[in-house]
């Protein structure tokens, strides 16, 4: 019996559904027939898992982005903790990175019993400041006085061990689609011996100075959960120029076992990180659009771009020179300090626009306030940016009459709002 293909049948082309002005969603995987028609082949064959597809969108995956080996994994997270296991990092042990970012770049440090050292970020981009992380890095590696006032306030009292440098890597996250300034950061590593781990979770297709984001760590870590510019539902992938961290890479992700092995020999501490094949097919469906995606992204934004710029109580998007390429992952506008952003969010919703405060710093989150006593004013630039910035709706599959909705909602909303507050201003 030959199976029927109930994807060519019901779904001929993307399903596009009548276009909504109101409830347009925050964001949208984009998926088109092609897609479809990937994982429904492998759901017809014998292999869910360990087939041929995930092989394939490996090498695809590493060859986009210049690199020699590919390794996915079940989630972006899955992979940057493996690239902090293959770091040899461990209990006490410090990782330079960003307090604005999705908590998991912060997290898989915690997951070795190491120490997340936190440094302020550049206010244009919302990346870490290659400065202020020079800064750190010399004050710890040197045991300098100053160096006390990048750990956590909890940890401050805390003697250090004779003569040993705890500090370990750093570990830069391409914020919303933007680059890191390299460069800094590379000679830094370079001078005192620290390994970089990209979190490029935010950044497939980006480039700096001509140079794809991902390319530049030893190992760097993509995501694709389904609002990332591409996806596979849940997962992620690894990259790396090392043949031993590759492998390494394959073994943590598969229980531990040597892949030259019996299925049953452990020889190391593993996980069950594995990327199924429903997801590998999908990925390499993506990958494959991928030019097109950006494409469709840098258009909406350049959509909003163009309503929204010259409006004084909202900041754009800077995207800064040695950015060449910016792969958008969202729109996050910068709402003048007048404002009431947490208002205009309330408002929007009440107008069927979802919008979101992105990020809500890492380092005052409940769960690090309390173990490691952070309290706000510790990091001012990602607590003005996670106080003023406003993520609109984004998707590579918005239309320009959304846009278009949003924004017009958007400038009435500030405006009014504006106006209030002169009000209260002039009635004091
Ligand atoms: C999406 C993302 C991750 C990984 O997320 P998963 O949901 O685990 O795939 C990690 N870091 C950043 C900055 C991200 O945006």
Redesign the pocket.
Known sequence: MTHENPVSETLPSAAVSPLQLQDVPMSSPDITAVEMRSVYEVLTSPNLSMGSKLPAFEKAFASYIRMKHGVGVN??????HLAIIASGIGEGDYVITTPF??I??ANCILYERAVPIFVDVDLRTGNIDPDRTAEAVEQIVHDLPGAKCFLPPKLRGRARLAGKAPLKAILP?H?FGQPVDMDPILALAEAYDLTIIE?A??ATGSMYKGRKAGSFGKAA?F???PN?QMTTG???MLVTDNDTWAALFRSLRNQGRDEFNAWLNHVRLGYNYRMDEMSAALGLAQLKRIEELIARRAQVAEWYNLRLRSNELIKIPTVVPTTTRMSW?VYVVRVSPQIDRDGLIRRLKTVGIPSRPYFSPIHLQPFYRERFGYKPGDFPTAEYLGNHSLALPFSSVMKEEQVDYVCRQLLRILAEMAAGSKRVVSRA
């Open positions: 989630s972006g997270t899955s992979g940057l970012s999705f998991a770049s996250v914020t979190d979770c935010e870590v995501a694709f959960y990332k849940e997962g992620g992952f």
